[in-house]
Antibody, heavy 121, light 107 residues
Framework: EVQLVETGGGLVQPGNSLKLSCATSGFTFSTAWMNWIRQTPGKRLEWLAQIEDKSNNYFISYLESVKGRFTISRDDSKSSVYLQMNNLKEEDTAIYYC????????????WGQGVMVTVSS | DIQMTQSPSSMSASLGDRVTITCRASQDIGNYLSWFQQKPGKSPRRMIYGATNLAAGVPSRFSGSRSGSDYSLTISSLESEDMAIYYCLQSIQYPYTFGAGTKLELK
């Protein structure tokens, strides 16, 4: 059974940092391209970042507005993907989801349960 | 960035109705269009991929279609379990972008 479980959310003050983790199981993580997507309080969905697999040199793409503040990374030995978020702003308040692109016709077919990040003083 | 204009933003319909939700892409996205369903407190669920392909486990009353730059999700006969927010997504170009969502409610 495919599972993705996000952890690491919480309440943080503006300007601070937070690191999200997404532990996965049930598929060959090392060949998956992994993504982070967030959902704002207004229910808008926003794609944030993708990290490809080793065969693609772990190529990374970011949403322009988070580039330089957010860093996606992965540890294939732990079947996990991470999102380091620095200099957080109130507008980063959202539910953060990890999801996968597992090759042909499998874009975003499985999602984690999401983790809440609240940025507030 | 590619803009996905989704309509309507909300709608109410009766059980058994035929319902159609539309997304228009600001530039050519081919068939790189997916539809997602989200129920309260749950993660999005993929319903349609490649504009017209039904995802695994999705009831056959759901279908996707394309006419030029307009993409549609149709529910042929609405059931109570279909009440949710529906989103489209383009995945031809980074950043991937979602439509703003359509909230489907029971009349």
């Amino acid at each position: 059974e495919v599972q993705l479980v996000e952890t690491g959310g919480g309440l943080v003050q503006p300007g601070n940092s937070l690191k999200l983790s997404c532990a996965t199981s049930g598929f060959t993580f090392s060949t998956a391209w992994m993504n982070w997507i967030r959902q704002t309080p207004g229910k808008r969905l926003e794609w944030l970042a993708q990290i490809e697999d080793k065969s693609n040199n772990y190529f990374i793409s970011y949403l322009e507005s988070v580039k330089g503040r957010f860093t996606i990374s992965r540890d294939d030995s732990k079947s996990s993907v991470y999102l380091q978020m620095n200099n957080l702003k109130e507008e980063d308040t959202a539910i953060y989801y990890c999801t996968r692109d597992y090759g042909y016709n499998s874009l975003f077919d499985y999602w984690g349960q999401g983790v809440m990040v609240t940025v507030s003083s | 960035d590619i803009q996905m204009t989704q309509s309507p933003s909300s709608m109410s319909a009766s059980l058994g109705d035929r319902v159609t939700i539309t997304c228009r892409a600001s530039q050519d996205i081919g068939n790189y269009l997916s539809w997602f369903q989200q129920k309260p407190g749950k993660s999005p669920r993929r319903m349609i991929y490649g504009a017209t392909n039904l995802a695994a486990g999705v009831p056959s009353r759901f279908s996707g279609s394309r006419s030029g730059s307009d993409y549609s999700l149709t529910i042929s006969s609405l059931e109570s379990e279909d009440m949710a927010i529906y989103y489209c997504l383009q995945s031809i170009q980074y950043p991937y972008t979602f439509g703003a969502g359509t909230k489907l409610e029971l009349k």
